[in-house]
C-alpha cells in the first residue's frame, strides 16, 4: 500500500510540475519568446514522458490515474499562477472616465506611464478613452490609481504582443 502511496504522488507531483511548464510555455510562445518556449517545452516533454510511462506501468492502480488527473488540474492552476507572478509580457488597457480623464492621466503620467487620450461617445454621452501600454507587471498599479480617482471609470484590458516606438515605461 506505502508503494501505491509512493507511485500516485509521485505521478501527481511530476504532473503538477509537468503542467505548470506547459502553461508558463504557452504562454511565453504567445508573447512570442520562441527559444525560451523550446527549453521549458524539452522540460516539459521529458517530464511528461515519466508520468505516462509510470502510469501506464500501473494502469490496474485507479489511485495512479486519479493522480495522473489531480496532476493536471492542480499544474493548470499552479502554472497560470507561477505565470501571473512573472506578470511577463504587455497589456494594452482602455480607461473610459466620463468625469475624471485629467486626472486619472496626470496620475499615471506622474508615475512615468504614457497615456493617449481619445475622446468618445458612450451611452450616457461625451467620454474620454485613455489609451495605456504598459507592462504586466504594473497592470494593478493603473487598474488602482484609476478606480481611485474614478469609483465609475470602465477599463479593458488586453494582451499586446508588439509594440513599437511610443513611451513605454520598461520598470518601474
Known sequence: MAETILYALMIMGLRIIDVSLGTIRTITTVHGNKYRAGLIGFFEVTIWVIAISTVMSHLN??????????GFALGTIIGITIEQKLGSGFV???IISMNYPDDIANAL??????VTMLPGEGASGGVTVLNVLISRKRQKEVIETAEKIDPNVFITVQPSIQ???????MRK
Open 61 to 70: 492502480n485507479f489511485i495512479n490515474i486519479f493522480a495522473y488527473s489531480g
Open 163 to 169: 509594440q513599437r516606438g511610443g513611451y513605454v515605461q
Open 109 to 114: 503620467r506622474e508615475s512615468k506611464i504614457g
Open 92 to 94: 494594452s488597457m482602455n
